[in-house]
């Protein structure tokens, strides 16, 4: 409440950056260092796309949590920081196409997620997650039970999935204009992006050859 962040977790507003604390600093203090800081590294950027969160706000009535939310996605699923913005405009994509249905963004760091926060907090473990080793198994992104996972659960996952840093949020709110609905990796920390699911599962089959678009 103090931060002014929505939800039970401070989970996306720690912003990932080299600090200096002296010995035995108060956590408490560490914490509000980090929002302190990603709130100026995210009003720099609204300066830079002064109508990136205006527009999230007009296509789907978004706050900044929901934009939080998928810029942690983009930080989980993006290797090379030049595909970020394209990774960011398949969700949003996949969001505003009315034909596209149902939502569901198939995002695999989400599911993981939810194993692995069940763990640390000592929740309940959803059933997909019981042999999980790190690795996005079939069991664990199509567990129902799993409330992280966007492959069962249409839209966002309820928070944030890490901590973002600059170019994750910037690809959301300047994410590259496309109509590319699908992206499957190709080698190399990079991927494949597909307007038709034909076209996606071609990209899959082809692997490592599918050449860069």
């Given at each position: 409440?103090?931060?002014?962040?929505?939800?039970?977790?401070?989970?996306?507003?720690?912003?990932?950056?080299?600090?200096?604390?002296?010995?035995?600093?108060?956590?408490?203090?560490?914490?509000?260092?980090?929002?302190?800081?990603?709130?100026?590294?995210?009003?720099?950027?609204?300066?830079?796309?002064?109508?990136?969160?205006?527009?999230?706000?007009?296509?789907?009535?978004?706050?900044?949590?929901?934009?939080?939310?998928?810029?942690?996605?983009?930080?989980?699923?993006?290797?090379?920081d030049d595909e970020r913005p394209q990774i960011a405009s398949v969700f949003l994509n996949r969001l505003r196409d009315p034909d596209?249905?149902?939502?569901?963004?198939?995002?695999?760091?989400?599911?993981?997620?939810?194993?692995?926060?069940?763990?640390?907090?000592?929740?309940?473990?959803?059933?997909?997650?019981?042999?999980?080793?790190?690795?996005?198994?079939?069991?664990?992104?199509?567990?129902?039970t799993n409330e992280y996972s966007t492959y069962t659960h249409k839209g966002l996952?309820?928070?944030?999935?890490?901590?973002?840093?600059?170019?994750?949020?910037?690809?959301?709110?300047?994410?590259?204009?496309?109509?590319?609905?699908?992206?499957?990796?190709?080698?190399?920390?990079?991927?494949?992006?597909?307007?038709?699911?034909?076209?996606?599962?071609?990209?899959?089959?082809?692997?490592?050859?599918?050449?860069?678009?």
């Amino acid at each position: 409440q103090e931060l002014h962040i929505e939800g039970d977790s401070a989970e996306g507003y720690l912003f990932p950056a080299t600090y200096e604390f002296v010995e035995n600093a108060d956590a408490r203090e560490i914490v509000r260092r980090q929002k302190v800081e990603f709130d100026k590294r995210l009003a720099s950027l609204e300066e830079i796309y002064p109508g990136g969160r205006g527009e999230l706000a007009r296509t789907l009535s978004w706050s900044l949590r929901e934009l939080v939310i998928l810029a942690s996605m983009v930080e989980k699923e993006a290797v090379v920081d030049d595909e970020r913005p394209q990774i960011a405009s398949v969700f949003l994509n996949r969001l505003r196409d009315p034909d596209f249905n149902p939502k569901l963004l198939q995002c695999d760091p989400t599911a993981s997620y939810g194993c692995i926060r069940a763990k640390e907090l000592s929740e309940n473990m959803p059933a997909g997650c019981t042999h999980f080793k790190g690795k996005p198994l079939p069991e664990v992104n199509n567990d129902p039970t799993n409330e992280y996972s966007t492959y069962t659960h249409k839209g966002l996952p309820p928070g944030p999935i890490s901590n973002p840093g600059m170019k994750s949020l910037s690809g959301v709110l300047a994410p590259t204009i496309s109509r590319h609905l699908y992206f499957v990796a190709r080698g190399g920390g990079r991927h494949a992006f597909s307007e038709t699911y034909e076209g996606h599962q071609g990209a899959v089959k082809a692997g490592k050859d599918v050449p860069p678009r």
